[in-house]
């Protein structure tokens, strides 16, 4: 017997390094996985690779329209979602001087509108059950800022303040509501940085290493069980030490 077994968990952007991780430790765990694209055939060869069934929905997170529709299929076809893991993310690196509204806006528009868009959908259902786990994917860079990245860290913290405030509306309803703040993982994104860069990152980290992201697959899946519920609203670090707050 899973921790999880019959729940069904949404995981966006789930066939990313971290979002992967994520959905093979909530499925190991007993929970059905639902995870959103862009792309249905790049979408299909990552399934093909994995060890655990999932359902793969087309859907851009930053339209809301998209996002109704995924929920109405979702529940016509699987039930209601106890689990949203929104983890969908993309990076527009620039110097703030030459950032352009569209790097802005793609960034403000994945990262953080995706949040309310998914969310919006399935935390009626959560509440109207008494249970339901919302846990948004944000990033060390959201607590303490990084150069070139005015965009993705003002939408990160703005995941962090998004959850605050929900949690607190959610609370007596068996709903909680937390944020993930990953430091440097080892996914393929980070390990296509050139080494000498990530060398200079990894010095930088404490514990003298990169994360895996099977450990934040561990955190998530720990905030989703019952023994987490009297964590709602709270912000969990996990960068090795790199960021102290």
């Known amino acids: 017997m899973g921790k999880l077994d019959n729940k069904i968990a949404l995981v966006t952007g789930g066939t990313g390094g971290i979002g992967t991780a994520i959905c093979q430790r909530l499925a190991d765990d007993g929970a059905q996985i639902v995870t959103t694209s862009t792309n249905p055939e790049k979408a299909a060869k990552w399934q093909a690779k994995q060890n655990f069934d999932s359902t793969i929905i087309k859907c851009d997170v930053g339209n809301y329209d998209d996002c109704k529709a995924m929920k109405e299929q979702i529940e016509k076809e699987l039930g209601v979602v106890d689990?949203?893991?929104?983890?969908?993310?993309?990076?527009?690196?620039?110097?703030f001087r030459k950032m352009d509204t569209e790097k802005w806006s793609q960034v403000i528009t994945t990262n953080l509108n995706s949040v309310f868009n998914i969310s919006h959908q399935f935390v009626d259902g959560m509440t109207g059950k008494g249970y339901g786990r919302i846990i948004n994917i944000s990033s060390i860079n959201g607590q303490k800022g990084q150069f070139g990245q005015t965009n993705y860290s003002a939408a990160k913290a703005g995941v962090h303040g998004f959850t605050m405030a929900l949690a607190q509306e959610v609370a007596r309803k068996g709903?909680?509501?937390n944020t993930v703040s990953p430091g440097y993982i080892a996914t393929e994104m980070v390990m296509a940085v050139a080494e000498e860069i990530r060398n200079q990152i990894i010095a930088q980290i404490p514990i003298g290493r990169l994360g895996k992201p099977e450990e934040i697959g561990a955190l998530v899946a720990f905030l989703c069980s019952d023994e987490a519920g009297?964590?709602?609203g709270a912000n969990l670090a996990a960068n090795g030490g790199q960021h102290m707050h």
């Open 83 to 95: 689990i949203v893991v929104n983890n969908a993310g993309i990076t527009r690196d620039g110097s």
């Open 175 to 177: 709903v909680t509501v």
């Open 230 to 232: 009297l964590i709602t």
